[in-house]
C-alpha cells in the first residue's frame, strides 16, 4: 500500500497551496485520512483530517481556518487546500490513512513519504 503525496513547494507568506495524496489501493477510498507534519527540529503534529464520508473534519487550531481538507473517494485521493500560509507552517507535510481517524501519530496505520512545504516571510 502506498500514499503518493504531492504539490509541495516554495512560496511566500500570504501565499496557497494544494496538497494532494492519492493511494494506490482502491480499498483506501473507504478509509480516513488525514495530514500530519514535521518542521525542523519539531515534533511531528496533527494537522488536518476527514471521515471516509468526507462527512467529518477535523482540524489543528494552528491551521483552522486557512486550511481545508476535502476527498475525492472516486479518485481515491485526499486534498489539502492551504491559504493564507505563514513561515511556521514551514515542514514537510505527511498524508495518513486508518480506518478510524484520530490526532494522534499513533492512531495512523498507513503513512505516505511526505512533501517539502516551505514558506519564506
Known amino acids: 500500500v502506498q500514499l503518493q503525496a504531492s504539490g509541495g513547494g516554495l512560496v511566500q507568506a500570504g501565499d496557497s497551496l494544494r496538497l494532494s495524496c492519492t493511494a494506490s489501493e482502491r480499498t483506501f477510498s473507504t478509509y480516513a485520512k488525514g495530514w500530519f507534519r514535521q518542521a525542523p527540529g519539531k515534533e511531528r503534529e496533527f494537522v488536518a483530517a476527514i471521515s471516509w464520508s468526507g462527512g467529518g473534519t477535523y482540524y489543528a487550531d494552528s491551521v483552522e481556518g486557512r486550511f481545508t481538507i476535502s476527498r475525492d473517494n472516486a479518485k481515491n485521493t485526499v486534498h489539502l487546500q492551504m491559504n493564507s500560509l505563514k513561515p511556521e507552517d514551514t515542514a514537510v507535510y505527511y498524508c495518513?490513512?486508518?480506518?478510524?481517524?484520530?490526532?494522534?501519530?499513533?492512531?495512523?496505520?498507513?503513512w505516505g513519504r511526505g512533501t517539502q512545504v516551505t514558506v519564506s516571510s
Open positions: 495518513v490513512a486508518d480506518t478510524l481517524l484520530g490526532v494522534t501519530m499513533n492512531e495512523w496505520a498507513y
